[in-house]
């Protein structure tokens, strides 16, 4: 029994043998110095207040990126709702080339009212018959009190 024992611990090990990994040597992992990794990590490191200091500086950045972004999203709404074409300028999806390139966003605004004619904008316009009319003439209310009229 011994022996069925031994050749199992045999087997076991064979195996473990062949899934493990060979260890490199420094030369061979890509550290020809053979210098300990820890001594690398300690020149790669900086002064908290360093740190610091860029960091603020790099959210100063994404704020500002970030306005840009704010604003140029508000130029696109407003050069579209300036054509008077849609409904709702923020129907248009937004892109940049659309406010370099006026001829883009034409474009892309008769793609859109193509595709759903609803988002059009449905304000009346000219003379509808409806509201304050322009008068034909001069109204003289003298001469209507003496019954002539003028016209």
Same mark, same amino acid.
């Given at each position: !029994?011994?022996?069925?024992?031994?050749?199992?611990? *045999?087997? *076991?090990?064979? &195996?473990? &043998?062949?899934?493990?990994?060979?260890?490199?040597?420094?030369?061979? =992992? #890509? /550290?020809?110095? #053979?210098?300990? +990794?820890?001594?690398?990590?300690?020149?790669?490191?900086?002064?908290?207040?360093?740190?610091?200091?860029?960091?603020?500086?790099?959210?100063?950045?994404?704020?500002?990126?970030?306005?840009?972004?704010? +604003?140029?999203?508000?130029?696109?709404?407003? +050069?579209?709702?300036?054509? %008077?074409?849609?409904?709702?300028?923020?129907?248009?999806?937004?892109?940049?080339?659309?406010?370099?390139?006026?001829?883009? !966003?034409?474009?892309?605004?008769? &793609?859109?009212?193509?595709?759903?004619?609803?988002?059009? /904008?449905?304000?009346?316009? #000219?003379?509808? #018959?409806? %509201?304050? =009319?322009? =008068? *034909? %003439?001069?109204?003289?209310?003298?001469?209507? +009190?003496?019954?002539?009229?003028? %016209?």
């Amino acid at each position: !029994m011994t022996d069925t024992h031994e050749s199992a611990e *045999a087997e *076991a090990a064979e &195996d473990t &043998d062949e899934t493990s990994t060979p260890e490199l040597s420094d030369s061979e =992992s #890509g /550290n020809p110095e #053979g210098s300990d +990794l820890k001594s690398d990590q300690d020149a790669d490191t900086f002064t908290r207040d360093y740190v610091e200091n860029l960091r603020q500086e790099n959210g100063k950045y994404r704020q500002r990126a970030q306005r840009a972004d704010e +604003l140029a999203h508000r130029l696109h709404t407003e +050069l579209v709702r300036a054509t %008077g074409r849609l409904a709702d300028p923020t129907d248009l999806e937004f892109d940049e080339d659309h406010i370099a390139d006026t001829a883009k !966003m034409i474009e892309a605004i008769d &793609d859109l009212l193509t595709r759903k004619p609803h988002l059009a /904008n449905r304000r009346p316009a #000219g003379d509808i #018959g409806q %509201g304050l =009319s322009p =008068s *034909a %003439g001069t109204v003289d209310l003298a001469a209507i +009190l003496r019954g002539k009229t003028t %016209g």
